[in-house]
């Protein structure tokens, strides 16, 4: 840790460099964000309080070699932390092959985290691109649910984390034209798990194309294929993906999933967007997992059909609003997330977030959890 922040340290120094400005960027955002939850019927509201801070740094060494490091540290202090077993040990495992995340202290209800999610050179010459390192790898189409991106799973519900998770891995890009390519990876896992998939992406009847296929976490062989175009004035996007185990290769416990997509624009800015999927049963999950973040992406819901709907307003220039939900069929249940977002500043932000689930339980019981945001956030 101790030669992690050195690196650190000599990297914002040769930033700040007049020399250097060329060569060196950094950017990143500083936030806090109080919260409460409670669940409906209950004895109590937890509160809690996080102190967020992001680092992006990268150096252009070349005109083809750029090196990029980007992490975040976390400030938590609450009750989350305290009524939750484990919390702190949890939170500082890391998925990836590297161990890149560690808590600095946790004591009482606080808890100090630095978490690397982007450690990567990348190396570009002419149609041919090269990427070794943690990285993000997006082959997703879809805005909600995405079967295709294999190696990222992710949370639509934490919304703090816009930059989404990385992955140790290789990544190789031939580029046929301005709309076609075709891309590897391989990657391993804190578990040691091998991964490894190929895409291919084209343009046909106006629509951007993709098939892909893989091997995940040393378990299932995946097939998918995902696209986006536009019918009229309505985009319209969807991906597919079929898992099925390797060891079962020749019986039925395959797992298939599949989303459609689409949303619009009008001239007064007002946006509407909606999305299903279909998520076969046999690869479902706990709500609390769903929350705060898949394992895989076989296993994106807790039901088997879900509709999500999002309406996005910009009242005025500098106050927007929104108002997203979903429906569980399983369950009978629904999840509703209104917001309202407030330009202070070019770079100062505030947010009023609050998620509301209602769902039925083992059939028979009917709960609902509460969650409430208020942020304030500050990018340079």
Known sequence: MKRFLGITVVLVALISSGSAQEKFTIDGYIS???S???ITDSSGVTWDYVLHNRLNLAWYATDKLTLKLQFRNQFFLGETINNTSGYAAEFSKDKGAADLNWNWFSSGGSLLNTQ?????????????????GRQRINWGRSLVWNPNDIFNAYSYYDFDYTEKPGSDAIRAIHYFGTASSFEFVTKVDSANHLSFGALTKFNK???????????????DVVIGVGWEGNIKKFSFRG?????????KFSDSTGVFLATLGTDISFDNNLMIQAEFLYNDKKALIPLIQLVSAPSNSKSLSISTYNVFANVIYPITP??????????????????LMPGVDISLTNNLNASLIYQYF???????QRISMNMAFARLKWSF
């Open 358 to 364: 209602n769902l039925e339980i083992f059939g028979r």
């Open 36 to 38: 409460s939850q409670f």
């Open 116 to 132: 690397v999610d982007r450690a990567f050179v990348e190396y570009v010459h002419g149609t041919n691109e090269l990427t070794i």
């Open 318 to 335: 500098i106050f927007s609003a929104y108002l997203a939900g979903m429906y569980y069929t399983d369950q009978n249940g629904f999840f």
């Open 205 to 219: 009847w106006g629509y951007d194309i993709q098939l892909m296929g893989g091997y995940i976490q040393n378990e």
């Open 32 to 34: 806090q964000m109080g």
């Open 239 to 247: 991906e597919t993906s079929y898992f099925h185990p390797e060891k």
